[in-house]
């Protein structure tokens, strides 16, 4: 079974950056049938889907986000991690990972999410 | 890139049907059949339930049901039941950004 771990330090200050990392376990971070997402979800509002990288690196951004953006990805650890800087309370949420299909693009398998309130 | 837009909430008595509409353009919902759709109860995330316009995951009830038809996708849900309560959310790719992009979502109410 597929599971996804979102792990960040759950407050960040305003003007710093927010890092999370995502472990993928049960399945290869590895392979070419999949991509790996970040999405948020602001209290009490909808999904924003935020990014997502493949395993080779190649990456894809929300347009809104991208300037302050960067996702990578560690196959060794079986990792993809976010970094978004410059945040501010606008950028408090719970944030999920969550494992992409290529080329058919859907969501299975998600992570159990991870609040992050920034706030000085 | 904007939201798909869903209308706020739908309600229904248990055993009847409720359909949830999702509405795009033609760069995403008109254009490909990459609609998905997720149910969210709260503090939960959210769990695939149709992917590809029609198709269920295995597991899923079949009384979760997707179409679509130009711009618009639509979810129902027949024989409505008190666990159905929850928000509902549409996905599709979209070819003006390749980016996936989400709907604006919808909550069901079973009353």
């Known amino acids: 079974q597929v599971q996804l771990q979102e792990s960040g330090p759950g407050l960040v200050k305003p003007s710093q950056t927010l890092s999370l990392t995502c472990t993928v376990s049960?399945?290869?971070?590895?392979?070419?049938?999949?991509?790996w997402n970040w999405i948020r979800q602001r209290p009490g509002k909808g999904l924003e889907w935020i990014g997502y990288?493949?395993?080779?690196?190649?990456?894809y951004y929300n347009p809104a986000l991208k300037s302050r953006l960067t996702i990578s990805i560690d196959t060794s650890k079986s990792q993809f991690s976010l970094k978004l800087g410059s945040v501010t309370a606008a950028d408090t949420a719970v944030y999920y990972c969550?494992?992409?299909?290529?080329?058919?693009?859907?969501?299975?398998?998600w992570g159990q999410g991870t609040l992050i309130n920034v706030s000085s | 890139q904007s939201a798909l837009s869903q209308p706020a909430s739908v309600s229904g008595s248990p055993g009847q049907s409720i359909t949830i509409s999702c509405t795009g353009s033609?760069?995403?919902?008109?254009?490909?059949?990459?609609v998905s759709w997720y149910q969210q109860h709260p503090g939960k995330a959210p769990k695939l339930i149709i992917f590809?316009?029609?198709n269920r995951p295995s597991g899923v009830s079949n009384r979760f049901s997707g179409s679509k038809s130009g711009n618009t996708a639509s979810l129902t849900i027949s024989g409505l039941q008190a666990e159905d309560e929850a928000d509902y959310y549409c996905?599709?790719?979209?070819?003006?950004?390749?980016?996936?992009?989400f709907g604006s979502g919808t909550k069901v109410t079973v009353l």
């Open positions: 996905s599709s790719y979209t070819a003006s950004s390749t980016v996936d992009i």
């Open positions: 033609s760069s995403d919902v008109g254009r490909f059949n990459l």
């Open positions: 590809d316009v029609s």
């Open positions: 049960g399945g290869s971070i590895s392979s070419a049938n999949y991509y």
């Open positions: 990288i493949y395993h080779t690196g190649n990456t």
């Open positions: 969550a494992r992409g299909w290529s080329g058919i693009h859907f969501f299975d398998y």
